[in-house]
Nanobody, 115 residues
């Protein structure tokens, strides 16, 4: 499975943006999928995840501002980001985890939020 992200770029504080990630090569409808991010000098952290049945989980830092969703028909994952803050600046990676707990990663997309 190849994961390909799009979206992001330079943004201002308070802006909204949507990241997309399409899975290519195999359906991920039965996979847990989600987004991590990594800021310079920091460890990669889980931002949000969604199970095959639609149960979501969010990092405390993004609750109420970010929304994760999936479209199984299009094999696509989304991350709607509202009220962006400079501390949201990071490279965002989408992933898919299969039943054997193997992770497929995207190449990452940069989100830069200026104050």
């Amino acid at each position: 499975v190849r994961m390909v992200e799009s979206g992001g770029g330079p943004l201002q504080a308070g802006d909204s943006a949507r990241l997309s990630c399409v899975a290519i090569g195999r359906s991920v409808s039965n996979y847990a999928i989600g987004w991590f991010r990594q800021a310079p000098g920091k460890q990669r952290e889980l931002v949000a995840s969604i199970t095959p049945i639609g149960t979501t989980n969010y990092a405390d830092s993004v609750k109420g501002r970010f929304t994760i969703s999936r479209n199984n028909a299009d094999n696509t994952l989304y991350l709607q980001m509202n009220s962006l803050k400079p501390e949201d600046t990071a490279v965002y990676y989408c992933y898919a985890r299969n039943r054997e707990n193997f992770l497929f990663w995207g190449q990452g997309t940069q989100v830069t939020v200026s104050s």
